[in-house]
């Protein structure tokens, strides 16, 4: 890809994020949400994390981890473990990388 | 302008903003230091890069346009992708609407470029409606410029040291574990539990879409999920009515 390419087309993606993120900020009129739309968007937030997350915590390269010799098999629990014991998400990010750094580095998973 | 801008910094709920996000910062930060190495080791120019992180401003699109764009792919393919990665953000611009709609265009559409994923989960857990009186929007702003920072930071950092910066031991993972715990803490009640249970379900299940519309697929099938829970017709009473049996608790809040 062009340096002139690559312009066009982060320009683009500057647009996308603009016009995604304000989505339903541009217009002035008056905007009908219906109720059940709202009640509807409190499960929104969580369910866009868990989207993003999960896939992550369980798949590589689009199929379910088939083996046990994966770092994240054992760093996520450690995480969770972390998180309901203390509630907190800097220890949960610390602890799980602490599995997770170990597994990778020496054994390769 | 600079004073009103020194009473926003000073405002105490700047702080609390700021504060907040400071606990997920760590994983912001580890996430921006690999999207920054990717965008160099994806033959990006340094210059370009450094326009990337600034005018993209959104992780997830920029990790999902960063292989294609390597891969030489037409810029209409990875649009497609980037809208559908940032599908999400509609949606949460909708409920952003009545917290910003008291500013002018000019500036609501400056509070909305903010809005990244952890600004919404963040502020929408601390603040259920509009108010005028307790400093919501010192608040957001306090909350964004702690994730800028925190993201801008690495971002430049990795672009720079891309050639030096080891991401073979798993860095990127940090922000995984950040969002993990960010969305544990976001788990109020058994129903909004079991949606995530649902999103996180159908987001794998529908993995192979194109454009990552998996995320699109699992938000739909939550909020739909949720409001069969919330509406209290016959279904969503037996499914609430089994997920209570176990522990029984107060009604559906959040």
Not at chain 2, 205 to 220: Q, S
Request: with cysteine; net charge positive; proline share 4%.
């Amino acid at each position: 890809m062009s340096n002139l390419e690559a312009l066009i087309v982060i320009i683009g993606l500057t647009a996308i994020t603009v016009v995604t993120r304000c989505f339903f900020l541009i217009s002035e009129r008056e905007l009908r949400v219906p109720g059940w739309v709202q009640r509807g968007l409190r499960y929104a937030p969580l369910a866009a994390l868990a989207a993003v997350v999960v896939p992550e915590l369980l798949m590589s390269q689009g199929q379910l981890i088939s083996t046990w010799q994966d770092a994240r098999l054992y760093a996520v629990p450690a995480a969770t473990a972390y998180f309901f014991w203390r509630r907190g998400i800097l220890g949960t990010i610390v602890v799980g990388m602490a599995v997770l750094v170990p597994l990778k580095l020496l054994l390769g998973w | 302008m600079s004073s009103s801008l020194r009473a926003l910094v000073r405002h105490p709920q700047f702080a609390t903003g700021a504060r907040e996000m400071s606990g997920v910062s760590l994983g912001i930060a580890a996430w921006g230091l690999v999207t920054g190495v990717a965008m160099v080791k994806a033959g990006l120019s340094i210059p370009l890069s450094l326009l990337m992180t600034f005018a993209v401003f959104a992780g997830s699109a920029q990790l999902a346009a960063i292989p294609l764009m390597g891969a030489g792919s037409p810029a209409w393919v990875i649009w497609a992708t980037a809208l559908c990665v940032n599908l999400r953000f509609v949606i949460f611009s909708a409920h952003w609407r009545p917290f910003f709609m008291r500013f002018p265009r000019g500036q609501r559409m400056l509070l909305g470029y903010l809005t990244a994923d952890l600004n919404y989960v963040l502020f929408m857990k601390k603040f259920k409606e509009p108010r005028d009186d307790e400093g919501q929007i010192e608040y957001f702003l306090g909350s964004s410029f702690m994730s800028w920072v925190a993201w801008q930071v690495p971002s430049v950092l990795g672009i720079v040291l891309a050639d030096v910066v080891p991401t073979h031991w798993g860095l990127g993972f940090a922000g995984v574990l950040a969002l993990l715990g960010l969305g544990y803490s976001l788990l109020s009640d058994k129903a909004t539990s079991f949606a995530a249970v649902v999103a996180g379900a159908a987001a794998v299940a529908a993995f192979a879409l194109p454009y990552r519309l998996n995320i699109v697929v699992a938000i739909a099938a939550a909020v739909c999920v949720g409001l069969m829970i919330d509406g209290g017709g016959d279904a969503g009473r037996r499914v609430l009515a089994s997920l209570m049996r176990s522990k029984p608790r107060d009604g559906v809040t959040g």
